[in-house]
């Protein structure tokens, strides 16, 4: 049975409780007979809370906590925070230690997608308990509010704090893992150097915000476009964070591309192995087919049709996202979570002996000969334990040499057109030509 007593203080307004109300959950081990009570604080000049307790036979009192006590727990900027707090002689003992996940563009489409799959263990596994940290904007707060409520509506085991916020020094605290999602799109007559410097701005303070308060060795997966150069950015501005921890996401690239290559040989995508995505997330991206396997076999022994290779198959999957729009009617925002998810797996999970996967990363000391310096989608693998290491058997061709250096040169091109982000000086853009992704329109 379910008992519920709600009583807003009526001694605040609406936009002023809304940043200060704290929804949190207190849980002993779940049993079948569970009381839910809901009740109202006493008002006082403490900030006003929510406070819920979801208990087995021992109900616990929800407490109080001053609002400016020194020995609170630094809560969430906004309105959710829940906890589920298991006493510890009822822990599970095959669970590990939380971890605190934080997610920029929360409210949007993909989050909407990602979210639950973190909280369902679908990433981290099955014994990983998650807090989740939300960052939104000032217009989007009331949706992240939203997404917070069909959060603990879900009832996932394994999420054991929600926190939102629009405040990124406050939401990436302590954060071990920070996914990037939120950028402006490009508009209508919008230049790409214009994008550049509108979302590198976002991106050159959160990176600050991650430098001051995350973890010292967060990983960083950046989602929002240009990605290979807000990465950039974003790791230009958190010197205190290894710069290797910094990833720009190419694996929705990565999948595309096998699912194009699985079709072409009439066999299952799983049958389809070693794909790079070599470059920068835009049309200069390079699906490399040359390393690439089928069956264990070249995909040039599998597939001898080198022009359908070397021209449709490029350009199928450059231009995938252009036509799921043209048949969906906006961005894609499931696959792309899909493969946020994958480039997580990928960190945390050994990589299979002989495959790899692609992942935009920082240059420096690469052995391919690729500029350093920049952020350049290359062929990775992992012991699982979120770091990696660049891929040394791979060979290289004139016609895959080109085509790298073509997407170097952008890279290039986009980095001096950022140095006033980066603090490398004055900004100087002089990009080859507009190779946004249709996607990113």
């Known amino acids: 049975m379910a008992v519920a007593e ?3 203080s009526s001694s605040l307004n609406k936009r002023t409780s809304l940043y200060s109300s704290q929804l949190s959950y207190v849980s002993t081990q779940i049993s079948h007979q569970r009381r839910l009570s809901v009740r109202s604080l006493p008002r006082t000049n403490y900030s006003s809370q929510i ?3 979801v208990t087995s036979k021992e109900a616990q009192a929800p407490t109080v906590v001053q609002a400016d006590d020194p020995k609170k727990k630094n809560e969430c900027y906004g309105v959710f925070c829940l906890t589920y ?8 003992g095959s669970w590990k ?5 934080a997610v920029s563009g929360a409210a949007g489409m993909i989050a909407n997608h990602l979210l639950f799959k973190i909280a369902s263990g679908e990433v981290f596994g099955p014994d990983q308990p998650i807090a989740l940290r939300l960052l939104g904007s000032e217009r989007s707060l009331q949706a992240l509010e939203g997404v917070a409520m069909e959060l603990e509506d879900s009832l996932y085991p394994l999420l054991r704090e929600v926190n939102i916020g629009t405040d990124p020094y406050e939401v990436f605290q302590d954060a071990e893992w920070a996914l990037l999602i939120g950028a402006k799109p490009r508009g209508p007559g919008m230049e790409r150097a214009g994008l550049l ?3 590198g701005q976002i991106y050159a303070a959160q990176g600050k915000a991650l430098n001051a308060v995350a973890s010292p060795n967060v990983k960083v997966i950046v989602v929002g ?3 290979n150069t807000n990465a950039l950015i974003c790791l230009k501005n958190a010197p205190n964070i290894p710069a290797k921890n910094f990833h720009a996401l190419t694996r929705l690239d990565e999948n595309r591309a096998k699912c194009q290559l699985a079709l072409k040989a009439g066999v299952f995508y799983d049958k ?7 470059g920068n997330h835009s049309t200069t991206q390079v699906p490399d087919f040359l390393n ?3 069956n264990g076999l070249s995909v040039k022994e599998v597939i001898k049709d080198t022009k359908w290779l070397e021209e449709e198959f490029t350009e199928k999957v450059q231009k995938r996202g252009g036509v799921l729009i043209q048949k969906w009617g906006r961005s894609s925002a499931a696959s792309t979570a899909v493969s946020i998810v994958d480039a997580i797996r990928s960190l945390v999970t050994p990589t299979p002996e002989g495959d790899w996967f692609s992942t935009g990363v920082y240059t420096n000391g690469n052995p391919y000969g690729i500029a350093e310096d920049i952020v350049f989608s290359m062929p990775c693998r992992s012991k699982g334990d979120g770091d990696y290491e660049l891929v040394k058997e791979v060979i290289f061709d004139d016609y895959l040499r080109s085509r790298i250096k073509k997407s170097e040169d952008e890279l290039l091109a986009e980095k001096r057109c950022v140095a006033h982000l980066t603090g490398e000086g004055i900004a100087v853009c002089d990009l080859p030509g507009d190779t946004m992704l249709p996607g990113e329109m």
Do not use: G, H, Q, R
């Open 6 to 8: 709600f009583i807003p």
């Open 51 to 53: 406070c819920c307790s």
């Open 85 to 92: 707090d298991l006493k510890a002689e009822e822990e599970t």
């Open 97 to 101: 230690k939380m971890i605190s996940v």
């Open 197 to 199: 410097d509108i979302n």
């Open 225 to 227: 476009n240009p990605c």
């Open 272 to 278: 389809v192995s070693n794909v790079t995505i070599w």
């Open 292 to 294: 690439a396997k089928i």
